[in-house]
Structure formats: structure tokens, C-alpha cells
């Protein structure tokens, strides 16, 4: 059984950083796809960024392009996002995500088969 624990949220000011994991277990890293998605009260959950688990290859949304980066230790089963220069906007859940290839080249939520329950990140400015 697929387990997501995601950790390292919390009350930053803006301008601050925060880096999160995500532990997995029982998930083959192999050819998969694994990444971060946010949801703020009143919207919809969005892709923040994601990484194919073979390549590396990286994917951000353009909100956080420059500021956010995606990484992992397949060593670890441990998925992170370094947050930098962070904005009031970014104040969501945070959720740790994994599923096949092609997760990441639609980034669409739906795509992806396993998720953590999410942590908290509030930005205040």
C-alpha cells in the first residue's frame, strides 16, 4: 500500500523559505511521476510542481518558476520542495502526489493516483 506523509510546513513572513517532504512507502520510485499541488479555501487544487522519478525532469507552474524547486532522493523515497521568496499567495495545503509517467506531462490532479493528506504553509506579509 502507497503512504504519502508530507512535513516541513508552517508560518513563515514573506520573503522567508520553507522546504517540504514528502516521505513514500510502498511506491516503486522506477517510471513514475511524483509532485506538489496547493489548495486555498474557495479554490481549486492546482500543481505547483512535479518530477518524472526515472529522467528528473522538472515542472513548475509559472507562479512559482524561479522561487520554487522541486527535488528528490530516490535513496530516501523522500520527494522535497524548497520554497524561496515567498508570498502571501502561496498560503495553501500542501500535498505530496504520485502516479505514472504521464502525470507530469498533463499535470492534471486527476492523473494521479496516490496522495498524502497534505501540511500547511501560511505566508504572512
Known amino acids: 500500500q502507497v503512504q504519502l506523509v508530507e512535513s516541513g510546513g508552517g508560518s513563515v513572513q514573506a520573503g522567508g523559505s520553507l522546504r517540504l517532504s514528502c516521505a513514500a512507502s510502498g511506491y516503486t520510485y522506477g517510471t513514475g511521476c511524483m509532485g506538489w499541488f496547493r489548495q486555498s479555501p474557495g479554490k481549486e487544487r492546482e500543481g505547483v510542481a512535479a518530477?518524472?522519478?526515472?529522467?528528473?525532469?522538472?515542472y513548475y507552474a509559472d507562479s512559482v518558476k524561479g522561487r520554487f524547486t522541486i527535488s528528490q532522493d530516490n535513496a530516501k523515497n523522500t520527494l522535497y520542495l524548497q520554497m524561496n521568496s515567498l508570498k502571501p499567495e502561496d498560503t495553501a495545503m500542501y500535498y505530496c502526489a504520485a502516479g505514472l509517467a504521464f502525470a507530469c506531462y498533463s499535470g492534471s490532479s486527476t492523473d494521479f493516483r496516490y496522495w498524502g493528506r497534505g501540511t500547511q504553509v501560511t505566508v504572512s506579509s
Open positions: 518530477i518524472t522519478t526515472g529522467g528528473g525532469t522538472t
